[in-house]
């Protein structure tokens, strides 16, 4: 997991910190140094820090020493000479003066090869002052200290100018500025220096492939022990959305799979997959009303997945509040199904619970605009497991996760499908539900990445490559 904090709780970690704070803004600076020269900083490239009046401004004249010393054309432009006479920052200053280091008031912008901007950090509130704005347009790549200047690291957001990184180096902990809002447009590739400070409190982490795990089969396993999954959803129209749920819960390990679906959409369902198997409901092409002849067909099976395709008529909310009170073992509601969902109905529930809303479908269902801490507080009112969906995909239970392994190649219809049929097989399968949706969502970001690194994203094809992340 890699923590994420709040700019709060990084202040707190300087504050608690025993290690001397020059030490701390040495680690800092050569950080960003290095940074400086994986962008190509070297010997005739001329290289300008950009340095604000608080520490953020000590490590960039300490990154500016270390880049002297090792031969780069680099000076310093001030917004203001480090303030207090004794403080860190200050030294920093006369340093790296004393090595040589051009140093000056900030004016206009002037013409360079690379900018490391310190002029603020996760601190900052506002906007930038003019006279920093101004290099905000400039055409050389920056290397931003802490976050881009301009950015609040508080919630990605942005209230003017700002500058926009093609790389970051933050210190000790990602904050949550770089991966929500206007961040993750704005930092370029965020490293993560590890400087000394300890005791890191996150407000949520990132998932990585240790965070992601899978379930194992006995070696006795037949299809039924495997896992089992009950898809219900289809109507006319919208016979995809089900179809592809079913086969990414097989393809996802699932050992046995059928769709409850409208009694006149079986032949074209039984005609699509000869892997999935498929109950009528009904004689019509919508599944009605009435809970009961799904909950009948449904005994045998570990979970159910609710909502693929299955249309907004008017039985729709009744079928599924029918569904969520008699229905005892686990419960995916996605799409259609979180239309139809009210939050009264999703907080009655007692059996475990995951929804995968997008952020209309979460403002719908719930009346709050989508992010990471109302759907916490969504978990936490109802117990239910909240996948987010977004840039990045956040999921809440009794902890909150931030899920960055996909991007914006998972844009196209489809794609959701596939991941309520991998979170239902990874419950099938044995996880709880909170780390199914997280592992699922994790592993679906692999696997449409992978796949876009040599064709279009489309929900078949992610589909069809789901099982080598499985």
């Not at 209230?159 to 000790?172: I, S």
């Not at 400070?197 to 006995?218: H, I, Y």
């Not at 050992?255 to 679906?261: D, E, Y």
Request: charged letters at 20%; proline letters at 6%; aromatic letters at 4%.
């Amino acid at each position: 997991m890699k923590p994420v904090i709040t700019p709060a709780e990084s202040a707190r970690l300087d504050a608690a910190s025993t290690e001397p704070v020059t030490m701390l803004m040495e680690r800092a600076g050569l950080a960003v140094a290095l940074a400086a020269v994986r962008e190509g900083a070297g010997y005739g490239m001329r290289v300008i820090a950009l340095a604000g009046p608080g520490s953020n401004g000590g490590d960039a004249f300490v990154a500016a020493r270390y880049l002297r010393r090792r031969g780069v054309a680099v000076e310093v432009r001030c917004l203001g000479f480090p303030r207090g006479e004794h403080s860190p920052a200050r030294r920093a200053g006369a340093a790296a003066v004393s090595a040589g280091v051009p140093v000056r008031p900030l004016g206009a912008p002037e013409d360079c090869d690379l900018i490391v901007d310190g002029l603020f950090g996760a601190g900052f509130h506002g906007s930038l002052p003019d006279t920093a704005a101004a290099w905000t347009d400039h055409d050389a790549p920056v290397i931003a200290v802490d976050v881009p200047s301009g950015l609040l690291a508080e919630d990605g957001s942005v209230e003017g100018a700002v500058f926009e990184a093609v790389r970051t180096v933050t210190f000790q902990a990602l904050k949550v500025g770089h991966l929500i809002g206007r961040g993750p447009d704005l930092c370029g590739v965020v490293e993560v220096a590890d400087i000394g400070l300890t005791g890191v409190r996150p407000v949520f982490g990132v998932c990585e492939d240790d965070d992601a795990p899978l379930p194992t089969r006995a070696r006795a396993a037949h299809k039924w022990s495997a896992g089992s999954v009950l898809v219900v959803g289809g109507s006319a129209g919208l016979t995809g959305a089900a179809a592809l749920t079913a086969r990414s819960a097989l393809e996802f390990g699932a050992g046995a799979v059928r769709i409850a679906c409208p009694g006149a959409l079986q032949p074209i369902y039984a005609a699509m997959d000869p892997g999935v198997m498929t109950t009528a409901i009904g004689n019509g092409d919508d599944l009605g009303s009435e809970a009961d002849p799904i909950l009948e067909a449904a005994v045998r099976f570990d979970v159910i997945a609710l909502g693929p395709g299955l249309g907004t008529g008017p039985g729709a909310a009744a079928l599924v509040a029918g569904i969520a009170a008699g229905w005892r073992k686990p419960l995916v509601v996605d799409a259609d199904g979180i239309k139809a969902m009210t939050f009264e109905v999703l907080a009655a529930r007692t059996a475990p619970t995951v929804i995968t809303p997008h952020y209309e479908e979460f403002r719908r269902l719930t009346g709050e605009e989508p992010g990471w801490e109302a759907a916490a507080a969504v978990s936490a009112k109802t117990g239910a497991v909240v996948l987010l969906k977004g840039g990045p995909t956040f999921v809440t239970g009794a902890e909150v996760w931030a899920v960055t392994s996909g991007g914006p190649e998972l844009a196209t219809v489809g794609t959701g499908d596939v991941l309520t049929g991998m979170v239902a097989a990874l419950i099938a399968q044995g996880l709880d539900p909170e780390t199914a949706a997280r592992s699922a969502a994790h592993r679906h970001g692999l696997a449409g990445a992978a796949l876009h690194r040599h064709a279009t994203v489309t929900a078949t094809g992610l589909m069809s490559v789901i099982g080598e992340w499985a």
